[in-house]
């Protein structure tokens, strides 16, 4: 019950907050979201589970109640956790109240909207990390974007309604193709399961109880269900060509919002992706393996060259999350213990990281009130802490050992590197791999002209250290990249375990 | 029985603690933060000096300490990530260098940047014990992983450290450049970590399961690997994952093309210069490939390469060496030019050549950039020799411990960098008859001998002879002995470093025993199996072959040239510039001498690169915007049409959006309704 009470906490202070007056809202809303995070250091410190929850592993705190039925199967309030999921549970309650910290600064009208949203948003990500079944899931995955859409088209910058609509539309057009997929799947599966319950239907698949339907063979409803899927998901995550929304939406998003943007709703696309179309259709992956690999390539080298294309810091770090998914595309696709592992520990350790990047722009443009490249320069001068966590912030992105990001890098290249299930593995590997040079290339150059060198603010008033509260959030999110960096076990080890009836069920590694 | 080797990571964790003290309580603390990195450094020093000792009892260790990832899958076979230690004759040896210059050079500091009124102290001796942190960590490495992860961490440091005076334009630009062009270099190391990984699944440097036995074994025939990429024959693979490999060095240890960052990396205060170029990063390249050399013996053709890169950049850097106007520009390419040399001895077998020119090095060339650094002082930051002149007789101690240096750095008899340049040259010679590529390095690193001899001594006579160019030389600020004291000690270090190897007359004269080092890195007094030159001779390609007479003759004959060389140089400069108002003579170079003064123009070429790196970038921007985006943007307006009322919905009204996704679910059931059957 503490998965539901964690749920409803996250849902009642959304309530709360959203009635609170402005002026407290804000501190009402920190006091509340670290309920949900205490509560899931709570699931971590007991936490029982092992293997997958899709193929019959032991899931932890797992409630499965009956709900309604429709179209013959059953629907059920069915939530648990495994390796996988756990520790993006922790990601989102540990980012939310540091969210919301940053929110304090620059959110300055309809305070109590704006974090009761970010909390209802919260209670939404927890819901999609949480659910195994179907309708349960998508009604999460569904929900998230009212909130987002919100936070982005009232409170963003000069186009928000343009990137709001945009993300909107985008996401929700894919999430309609998703839907299309996986009812095809369900459907052809015909009287071999009798619910939505993902456990079920992924077992079902792996016993091949896949039939005709409408005259159409298994094996090309599951392929069809697979790229409809993956098509979905590609948008969310985002993989090239499907990531124009994302800058969009990260330009116009308040702080706040693009910290949970690129620190936990774009892991539900990578967490889509493993638990739907790797988990469930393991050989379809496996037989889209060149393709994939190349599109994973293509993600990390394209958006990277984009990233170095920009002038706007945001915009930078924007492209530069495109480049690091197709780091975990690759760890996803070469079914390999330390590969899929790695591609989920890259997930939080991205989270982190593109979180405190996000947060440490903000920061600055608190100050600046403008994030581009050419209008300031020598900030080091002036805010030197904040600066100083910036710098160490960007060399994690840049994957500097013992930071978490270097981590899931290296787990994904050395899971990939020999990996029997992809082709010319080492070739895709190291086509990879490049981006650390080319996201090194961006970033020391972007904080060159802007942080260093004689100070120069294209505005002139005076510029002094940033608040303690926008400060505390940066060191937060460092200490804690730092320590998964020295010790990434605490959260890898769980998500090997979980990952491996994953790469067991590709029939390469049979 | 105290286990020494249990205090390890603490020579690790003491500058390390300076570090996080600096950076945290630096400015309440006298001196920035000083004391604690002298007192971290000295206890590292001193407990290194107790490793190098229990080494010499005839101790060894080889331990995993930590396991940074559990054993799981990478495909072909199972993996564990680890931290350890490996402490052997060579890291024994390699902590005591490094410990002690970094102490030399938190000393030096407090004279070149407290006395000075530097401002930012914390920062800087928080850099510095990272640095050391860094390097030390890296060398007690016990697998490639690790020795990556130090290696990264040490370029980190190196960033902050050139990138000191951000509050300039010049410095936050070399830093970047140290950083990006090594960064280059990584790329191919961390394939080669990966490769090695998943080849032998282990990334041990010692023990029967290390990857050098493992490849050891495989290559003849009493073992396997877990996984080559398909079709490739071992000897081609462990070729391509040494090269791979290599890369890193390269980078770090500024080889040709790879160098570029190093002269700009002068923009970094001149101790920290001291501590890149004579113990830290740049060495750490080198270190490398002597601390694996197990693997790269075993691969002929990486050798050759390794000896070609290594000859061609000795001579490369020297000859840039010879037209440079400020003091420490001259130093620095004499460090790349000095590191080629290591590499071609490495390159050439000889292993022991190899760390003895690492060891002699790193105290002559520390010396230098300190004693460069009292010059600084001296010439309130004027770094140009032609405004130098004449402070022999004002700065005594300076001046001759700088000679000493140079002395070694020239290669003349009796000081530390004859020793030990004389041995890789006769390395390179003996074992270069069939060998071109070799040969050819052999050849590039005998003519850059006088070439070095003359900079060398271009600088000293420019800088200590003559009369003194300008009123900052007339009367020059004096030092203290927090500058006089570390010069002291690496100025008679570099006198004496050089008969811990006395090779040539222990074969000429047949004394036994007294060439130490070879000794101590063959595990005379004990070491790690598997890890001895004597291995690395069995298991290497090379041979034996005396061109001129016997060993003895070639001994005489290797050493008399390279002796004459070098005394060629020296002369010359000495005639050229030892005069009382030298002129500029290269400037009768013409056109060599700008092709020189600019590098060859090698970094015009790398700015290039970069811009078009840029253009490609702007070019794909461009396609972004336009084709990806407008396609969607496209499809968007397409399926928009009547697009006024359907923003309508959307305008941010909560009960619209609602009645609406309300609608689509209802939509959605009903659709999966009739599908599903289930009206049916």
Same mark, same amino acid.
């Given at each position: 019950?503490?998965?539901?009470?964690?749920?409803?906490?996250?849902?009642?202070?959304?309530?709360?907050?959203?009635?609170?007056?402005?002026?407290?809202?804000?501190?009402?809303?920190?006091?509340?979201?670290?309920?949900?995070?205490?509560?899931?250091?709570?699931?971590?410190?007991?936490?029982?589970?092992?293997?997958?929850?899709?193929?019959?592993?032991?899931?932890?705190?797992?409630?499965?109640?009956?709900?309604?039925?429709?179209?013959?199967?059953?629907?059920?309030?069915?939530?648990?956790?495994?390796?996988?999921?756990?520790?993006?549970?922790?990601?989102?309650?540990?980012?939310?109240?540091?969210?919301?910290?940053?929110?304090?600064?620059?959110?300055?009208?309809?305070?109590?909207?704006?974090?009761?949203?970010?909390?209802?948003?919260?209670?939404?990500?927890?819901?999609?990390?949480?659910?195994?079944?179907?309708?349960?899931?998508?009604?999460?995955?569904?929900?998230?974007?009212?909130?987002?859409?919100?936070?982005?088209?009232?409170?963003?910058?000069?186009?928000?309604?343009?990137?709001?609509?945009?993300?909107?539309?985008?996401?929700?057009?894919?999430?309609?193709?998703?839907?299309?997929?996986?009812?095809?799947?369900?459907?052809?599966?015909?009287?071999?399961?009798?619910?939505?319950?993902?456990?079920?239907?992924?077992?079902?698949?792996?016993?091949?109880?896949?039939?005709?339907?409408?005259?159409?063979?298994?094996?090309?409803?599951?392929?069809?269900?697979?790229?409809?899927?993956?098509?979905?998901?590609?948008?969310?995550?985002?993989?090239?060509?499907?990531?124009?929304?994302?800058?969009?939406?990260?330009?116009?998003?308040?702080?706040?919002?693009?910290?949970?943007?690129?620190?936990?709703?774009?892991?539900?696309?990578?967490?889509?992706?493993?638990?739907?179309?790797?988990?469930?259709?393991?050989?379809?992956?496996?037989?889209?393996?060149?393709?994939?690999?190349?599109?994973?390539?293509?993600?990390?080298?394209?958006?990277?060259?984009?990233?170095?294309?920009?002038?706007?810091?945001?915009?930078?770090?924007?492209?530069?999350?495109?480049?690091?998914?197709?780091?975990?595309?690759?760890?996803?696709?070469?079914?390999?213990?330390?590969?899929?592992?790695?591609?989920?520990?890259?997930?939080?350790?991205?989270?982190?990281?593109?979180?405190?990047?996000?947060?440490?722009?903000?920061?600055?443009?608190?100050?600046?009130?403008?994030?581009?490249?050419?209008? $300031? /320069? *020598?900030? #080091?001068?002036?805010?030197?802490?904040? &600066? +100083?966590?910036?710098? !160490?912030? =960007?060399?994690? @992105?840049?994957?500097?050992?013992? $930071? /978490? *990001?270097? #981590?899931?890098?290296?787990?994904?290249? &050395? +899971?990939?590197?020999? !990996?029997? =299930?992809?082709? @010319?593995?080492?070739?895709?590997?190291?086509?990879?791999?490049?981006?650390?040079?080319?996201?090194?290339?961006?970033?020391?150059? !972007?904080?060159?002209?802007?942080?260093?060198?004689?100070?120069?603010?294209?505005?002139?008033?005076?510029?002094?250290?940033?608040?303690?509260?926008?400060?505390?959030?940066?060191?937060?999110?460092?200490?804690?990249?730092?320590?998964?960096?020295?010790?990434?076990?605490?959260?890898?080890?769980?998500?090997?375990?979980?990952?491996?009836?994953?790469?067991?069920?590709?029939?390469?590694?049979? | 029985?105290?286990?020494?080797?249990?205090?390890?990571?603490?020579?690790?964790?003491?500058?390390?603690?300076?570090?996080?003290?600096?950076?945290?309580?630096?400015?309440?603390?006298?001196?920035?933060?000083?004391?604690?990195?002298?007192?971290?450094?000295?206890?590292?020093?001193?407990?290194?000096?107790?490793?190098?000792?229990?080494?010499?009892?005839?101790?060894?260790?080889?331990?995993?300490?930590?396991?940074?990832?559990?054993?799981?899958?990478?495909?072909?076979?199972?993996?564990?990530?680890?931290?350890?230690?490996?402490?052997?004759?060579?890291?024994?040896?390699?902590?005591?260098?490094?410990?002690?210059?970094?102490?030399?050079?938190?000393?030096?500091?407090?004279?070149?940047?407290?006395?000075?009124?530097?401002?930012?102290?914390?920062?800087?001796?928080?850099?510095?014990?990272?640095?050391?942190?860094?390097?030390?960590?890296?060398?007690?490495?016990?697998?490639?992983?690790?020795?990556?992860?130090?290696?990264?961490?040490?370029?980190?440091?190196?960033?902050?450290?050139?990138?000191?005076?951000?509050?300039?334009?010049?410095?936050?630009?070399?830093?970047?450049?140290?950083?990006?062009?090594?960064?280059?270099?990584?790329?191919?190391?961390?394939?080669?970590?990966?490769?090695?990984?998943?080849?032998?699944?282990?990334?041990?440097?010692?023990?029967?399961?290390?990857?050098?036995?493992?490849?050891?074994?495989?290559?003849?025939?009493?073992?396997?690997?877990?996984?080559?990429?398909?079709?490739?024959?071992?000897?081609?693979?462990?070729?391509?994952?040494?090269?791979?490999?290599?890369?890193?060095?390269?980078?770090?240890?500024?080889?040709?093309?790879?160098?570029?960052?190093?002269?700009?990396?002068?923009?970094?205060?001149?101790?920290?210069?001291?501590?890149?170029?004579?113990?830290?990063?740049?060495?750490?390249?080198?270190?490398?490939?002597?601390?694996?050399?197990?693997?790269?013996?075993?691969?002929?053709?990486?050798?050759?390469?390794?000896?070609?890169?290594?000859?061609?950049?000795?001579?490369?850097?020297?000859?840039?060496?010879?037209?440079?106007?400020?003091?420490?520009?001259?130093?620095?390419?004499?460090?790349?030019?000095?590191?080629?040399?290591?590499?071609?001895?490495?390159?050439?077998?000889?292993?022991?050549?190899?760390?003895?020119?690492?060891?002699?090095?790193?105290?002559?060339?520390?010396?230098?950039?300190?004693?460069?650094?009292?010059?600084?002082?001296?010439?309130?930051?004027?770094?140009?020799?032609?405004?130098?002149?004449?402070?022999?007789?004002?700065?005594?101690?300076?001046?001759?411990?700088?000679?000493?240096?140079?002395?070694?750095?020239?290669?003349?008899?009796?000081?530390?960098?004859?020793?030990?340049?004389?041995?890789?040259?006769?390395?390179?010679?003996?074992?270069?008859?069939?060998?071109?590529?070799?040969?050819?390095?052999?050849?590039?690193?005998?003519?850059?001998?006088?070439?070095?001899?003359?900079?060398?001594?271009?600088?000293?006579?420019?800088?200590?002879?003559?009369?003194?160019?300008?009123?900052?030389?007339?009367?020059?600020?004096?030092?203290?002995?927090?500058?006089?004291?570390?010069?002291?000690?690496?100025?008679?270090?570099?006198?004496?470093?050089?008969?811990?190897?006395?090779?040539?007359?222990?074969?000429?004269?047949?004394?036994?025993?007294?060439?130490?080092?070879?000794?101590?890195?063959?595990?005379?007094?004990?070491?790690?199996?598997?890890?001895?030159?004597?291995?690395?001779?069995?298991?290497?390609?090379?041979?034996?072959?005396?061109?001129?007479?016997?060993?003895?003759?070639?001994?005489?004959?290797?050493?008399?040239?390279?002796?004459?060389?070098?005394?060629?140089?020296?002369?010359?400069?000495?005639?050229?510039?030892?005069?009382?108002?030298?002129?500029?003579?290269?400037?009768?170079?013409?056109?060599?001498?700008?092709?020189?003064?600019?590098?060859?123009?090698?970094?015009?070429?790398?700015?290039?690169?970069?811009?078009?790196?840029?253009?490609?970038?702007?070019?794909?921007?461009?396609?972004?915007?336009?084709?990806?985006?407008?396609?969607?943007?496209?499809?968007?307006?397409?399926?928009?049409?009547?697009?006024?009322?359907?923003?309508?919905?959307?305008?941010?009204?909560?009960?619209?959006?609602?009645?609406?996704?309300?609608?689509?679910?209802?939509?959605?059931?009903?659709?999966?309704?009739?599908?599903?059957?289930?009206?049916?």
């Amino acid at each position: 019950m503490i998965l539901e009470a964690l749920i409803a906490v996250a849902f009642a202070s959304a309530l709360v907050v959203m009635l609170s007056p402005n002026e407290w809202a804000g501190r009402l809303a920190f006091a509340l979201s670290l309920l949900p995070f205490v509560g899931s250091l709570y699931l971590w410190s007991g936490f029982d589970g092992s293997g997958n929850a899709l193929t019959g592993g032991d899931i932890a705190y797992q409630t499965q109640i009956e709900w309604l039925e429709v179209g013959g199967r059953s629907v059920s309030w069915f939530v648990g956790l495994d390796g996988i999921s756990l520790p993006l549970v922790v990601l989102t309650t540990f980012l939310v109240p540091l969210a919301i910290l940053s929110a304090w600064t620059p959110i300055d009208s309809r305070q109590s909207q704006f974090y009761g949203l970010m909390l209802f948003m919260e209670a939404n990500l927890l819901g999609v990390f949480t659910a195994l079944d179907f309708f349960l899931w998508f009604v999460f995955w569904e929900a998230v974007l009212v909130p987002m859409y919100f936070l982005i088209g009232v409170w963003g910058g000069p186009r928000r309604k343009y990137a709001a609509i945009k993300f909107f539309v985008y996401t929700n057009a894919a999430s309609l193709l998703m839907f299309i997929g996986f009812m095809s799947l369900t459907f052809a599966l015909g009287d071999s399961v009798s619910s939505f319950a993902l456990p079920e239907i992924t077992g079902a698949i792996a016993d091949g109880g896949l039939g005709t339907w409408f005259g159409i063979s298994p094996d090309r409803i599951a392929m069809v269900a697979f790229l409809a899927m993956f098509l979905g998901f590609a948008v969310k995550v985002p993989i090239v060509p499907f990531h124009t929304w994302l800058p969009d939406a990260h330009v116009e998003a308040p702080t706040p919002v693009s910290v949970l943007l690129a620190g936990v709703l774009l892991k539900m696309g990578t967490y889509a992706l493993l638990r739907f179309n790797f988990t469930m259709l393991p050989d379809q992956a496996s037989a889209l393996a060149i393709p994939i690999a190349a599109i994973a390539v293509i993600s990390v080298i394209y958006g990277a060259m984009l990233a170095l294309a920009q002038k706007d810091l945001k915009r930078i770090v924007a492209y530069s999350s495109v480049s690091s998914m197709g780091y975990v595309i690759l760890g996803l696709i070469v079914f390999t213990e330390y590969g899929v592992g790695g591609a989920t520990f890259q997930m939080v350790a991205h989270g982190l990281i593109s979180g405190l990047m996000f947060m440490a722009v903000g920061v600055v443009y608190n100050a600046t009130h403008t994030r581009m490249v050419g209008d $300031m /320069a *020598g900030m #080091a001068d002036r805010m030197p802490v904040t &600066v +100083g966590i910036l710098v !160490a912030g =960007a060399f994690g @992105y840049m994957g500097l050992p013992l $930071m /978490a *990001g270097f #981590a899931g890098e290296f787990f994904i290249f &050395v +899971g990939s590197f020999a !990996a029997p =299930a992809l082709p @010319y593995a080492p070739v895709f590997t190291a086509l990879a791999m490049f981006g650390i040079v080319i996201v090194a290339g961006y970033l020391l150059s !972007a904080m060159q002209s802007t942080l260093f060198g004689p100070f120069e603010l294209a505005t002139d008033y005076e510029i002094g250290p940033a608040p303690f509260h926008d400060v505390a959030p940066l060191a937060v999110l460092l200490a804690a990249i730092i320590v998964l960096g020295v010790a990434p076990d605490i959260f890898f080890e769980m998500i090997r375990d979980a990952a491996l009836p994953v790469v067991e069920g590709v029939s390469v590694n049979g | 029985m105290i286990d020494v080797f249990s205090y390890v990571p603490a020579i690790v964790l003491l500058p390390f603690f300076s570090f996080l003290i600096a950076l945290g309580a630096g400015k309440h603390l006298p001196k920035g933060g000083a004391f604690g990195g002298i007192t971290a450094t000295a206890g590292s020093f001193l407990l290194s000096l107790w490793v190098l000792a229990t080494v010499a009892g005839g101790d060894a260790a080889n331990r995993t300490l930590y396991t940074w990832a559990s054993a799981g899958g990478i495909g072909p076979t199972d993996v564990e990530l680890s931290f350890g230690i490996l402490v052997d004759p060579l890291s024994a040896l390699m902590l005591v260098i490094v410990t002690l210059v970094a102490l030399l050079v938190h000393v030096f500091s407090l004279g070149y940047m407290n006395d000075e009124g530097e401002t930012g102290l914390p920062r800087y001796y928080a850099g510095l014990g990272l640095f050391t942190a860094s390097m030390l960590g890296f060398v007690v490495a016990d697998n490639l992983l690790m020795a990556f992860m130090f290696f990264e961490l040490v370029g980190l440091c190196s960033y902050l450290l050139i990138g000191f005076h951000f509050r300039e334009p010049g410095p936050p630009s070399a830093a970047k450049k140290a950083f990006l062009v090594t960064r280059f270099g990584d790329y191919f190391f961390l394939i080669g970590v990966v490769a090695v990984i998943g080849t032998f699944g282990t990334a041990q440097f010692a023990g029967p399961e290390s990857f050098p036995a493992l490849a050891d074994a495989a290559l003849n025939g009493s073992g396997s690997v877990a996984w080559t990429p398909g079709g490739l024959d071992l000897m081609t693979w462990f070729t391509v994952v040494g090269l791979l490999v290599l890369g890193g060095v390269v980078g770090k240890s500024a080889q040709f093309p790879l160098h570029t960052w190093l002269p700009d990396a002068m923009e970094g205060p001149t101790p920290v210069s001291a501590l890149i170029h004579a113990a830290t990063m740049v060495a750490a390249g080198v270190y490398l490939v002597a601390r694996m050399y197990g693997f790269y013996a075993l691969t002929p053709t990486t050798l050759a390469v390794i000896a070609f890169i290594g000859g061609f950049t000795a001579l490369f850097a020297a000859t840039m060496g010879l037209v440079k106007d400020e003091l420490k520009q001259v130093l620095a390419y004499s460090t790349i030019s000095q590191y080629g040399y290591m590499m071609l001895a490495l390159g050439a077998g000889g292993y022991v050549a190899a760390v003895f020119h690492l060891t002699t090095h790193a105290f002559f060339k520390a010396l230098l950039f300190l004693g460069a650094g009292a010059v600084i002082i001296a010439m309130h930051h004027n770094e140009d020799m032609w405004d130098m002149g004449g402070l022999k007789s004002k700065m005594p101690v300076t001046y001759y411990t700088f000679l000493a240096g140079s002395l070694a750095l020239a290669g003349i008899f009796p000081f530390a960098g004859f020793w030990s340049k004389d041995e890789i040259l006769y390395e390179a010679l003996v074992h270069a008859p069939g060998e071109p590529l070799l040969f050819g390095g052999y050849l590039m690193g005998l003519l850059a001998v006088p070439v070095t001899a003359f900079y060398t001594f271009r600088m000293v006579f420019l800088t200590f002879h003559g009369e003194p160019r300008s009123d900052t030389a007339r009367d020059p600020e004096p030092v203290r002995w927090n500058v006089k004291g570390p010069l002291t000690v690496l100025g008679t270090l570099a006198v004496v470093t050089g008969f811990i190897n006395m090779v040539p007359v222990q074969k000429v004269l047949g004394l036994e025993g007294i060439d130490l080092l070879h000794l101590w890195l063959d595990n005379h007094w004990g070491g790690i199996e598997g890890l001895s030159s004597h291995h690395y001779g069995d298991i290497g390609p090379y041979s034996s072959e005396y061109i001129v007479g016997g060993e003895v003759a070639t001994v005489l004959v290797g050493a008399a040239v390279s002796l004459g060389l070098a005394l060629t140089g020296l002369l010359v400069a000495w005639r050229l510039y030892n005069v009382p108002s030298p002129t500029e003579h290269t400037a009768k170079l013409g056109g060599i001498k700008d092709v020189l003064y600019n590098n060859y123009y090698l970094d015009e070429l790398q700015v290039w690169l970069a811009y078009r790196t840029e253009d490609v970038a702007g070019g794909a921007d461009t396609f972004d915007q336009g084709i990806i985006d407008g396609v969607v943007n496209g499809v968007s307006s397409v399926s928009l049409i009547g697009g006024d009322r359907v923003r309508q919905l959307q305008n941010g009204v909560v009960s619209q959006y609602a009645a609406l996704l309300t609608l689509g679910l209802v939509a959605l059931i009903v659709v999966l309704g009739v599908t599903g059957g289930w009206f049916l």
